[in-house]
Nanobody, 127 residues
Framework: QVRLVQSGGGLVQPGGSLTLSCAASGGTFSNRDIAWFRQAPGKEREFVAH???????NYGNFVAGRFIISRDNSGNTMSLQLNDLKPEDTAVYYC?????????????????????WGQGTQVTVSA
């Protein structure tokens, strides 16, 4: 059973940056589709970014070049670098991974398509 453990997050001022990390145990991120989602209070879980195991990357429309998803060479850690943060980015952020690779990119934004999830980490953007 793959277990995902997140770290990072916290309180940051508008315009600031944070890096979120997600470590895998019982498996690796190598050859797997990985993603980040977020959920603000009272809202549905929202797609942030996806990294295809073959390399292509997808981002939510709101990202607008501010976030970067990555995976380290060992395949054991994935990260989300958050730049130019805005108050509306405040949410609990979740990492996710899929056991079987997507055939196409049509469903990468659907939370239910992922098999493993991190515990979530709070990001608060406030002056």
């Amino acid at each position: 059973q793959v277990r995902l453990v997140q770290s990072g997050g916290g309180l940051v001022q508008p315009g600031g940056s944070l890096t979120l990390s997600c470590a895998a145990s019982g498996g690796t991120f190598s050859n797997r589709d990985i993603a980040w989602f977020r959920q603000a209070p009272g809202k549905e879980r929202e797609f942030v970014a996806h990294l295809d195991w073959r390399g292509p990357i997808n981002y939510g429309n709101f990202v607008a070049g501010r976030f970067i998803i990555s995976r380290d060479n060992s395949g054991n850690t994935m990260s989300l670098q958050l730049n130019d943060l805005k108050p509306e980015d405040t949410a609990v952020y979740y990492c996710a991974a899929k056991s079987v690779a997507f055939v196409s990119s049509n469903d990468v934004w659907v939370p239910g398509r992922y098999d493993w999830w991190g515990q979530g980490t709070q990001v608060t953007v406030s002056a």
